[in-house]
Antibody, heavy 123, light 108 residues
Framework: QLQLQESGPGLVKPSETLSLTCTVS?????????WGWIRQPPGKGLEWIGS???????YFNPSLKSRVTISMDTSKNQFSLRLTSVTAADTAVYYC????????????????WGKGTTVTVFS | SYVLTQPPSVSLAPGETARITCGGN??????VHWYQQKPGQAPVLVIY???DRPSGIPERFSGSNSGNPATLTISRVEAGDEADYYC???????????FGGGTRLTVL
């Protein structure tokens, strides 16, 4: 059974870099699919951060693109998020998720999600 | 950038039919997906490719996208359906995934 689990510091200081890891079990991330991150600020809606395929062909939210890196470590079956120069606006629950993408059908959606991890930007 | 518009809230009694709309420019030309998020939990995919249901999702959940707006329909609503529901599309012009603002379903 496919499971995703986020991990990383729950507190990050302003101007520093947020780093999170998603560990995948039950499926090899090298076998396919896109893998990415979505966040949800307290009391607000979902915001897509970005998704990658074999560390290639990445897609990022234009509003975050300049600060985001998503990388994959297939040997550990993990993928990671780095978000630089964080501010209080980056405080959120961060979810990792597997995504299906079909360019011919103009479709990109997340079919399996992790439980999420809370990150607070706090000085 | 592409914008999806959802009503903030929908309220109805158990057994009634909930229709949650998702509006966007020429949304009928896009593929719409829907997620359910219960309090304190991660989102769950309930409809993909406009109207397909993942395994384990009750048949009471259905979707349509024949024009503006796209619609998620929940028949015979139960207390356990109380949640926030989000629609989502892929904006291929910007290579950008877009969520609607979400609709809170309350079962009275």
């Amino acid at each position: 059974q496919l499971q995703l689990q986020e991990s990383g510091p729950g507190l990050v200081k302003p101007s520093e870099t947020l780093s999170l890891t998603c560990t995948v079990s039950g499926y090899s991330i090298a076998s396919g699919y896109y893998w990415g991150w979505i966040r949800q600020p307290p009391g607000k809606g979902l915001e897509w951060i970005g998704s990658v395929y074999h560390s290639e062909s990445p897609y990022f939210n234009p509003s975050l693109k300049s600060r985001v890196t998503i990388s994959m470590d297939t040997s550990k079956n993990q993928f990671s998020l780095r978000l630089t120069s964080v501010t209080a606006a980056d405080t959120a629950v961060y979810y990792c998720a597997r995504a299906e993408y079909s360019s011919s059908l103009d479709a990109f959606y997340m079919d399996v999600w992790g439980k999420g991890t809370t990150v607070t930007v706090f000085s | 950038s592409y914008v999806l518009t959802q009503p903030p809230s929908v309220s109805l009694a158990p057994g009634e039919t909930a229709r949650i709309t998702c509006g966007g420019n020429n949304i009928g030309l896009k593929t719409v997906h829907w997620y359910q998020q219960k309090p304190g939990q991660a989102p769950v995919l309930v409809i993909y490719y406009d109207s397909d249901r993942p395994s384990g999702i009750p048949e009471r959940f259905s979707g349509s996208n024949s024009g503006n707006p796209a619609t998620l329909t929940i028949s015979r609503v139960e207390a356990g359906d109380e949640a926030d529901y989000y629609c989502q599309v892929w904006d291929k012009n910007a290579d950008h995934l877009v969520f609607g603002g979400g609709t809170r379903l309350t079962v009275l």
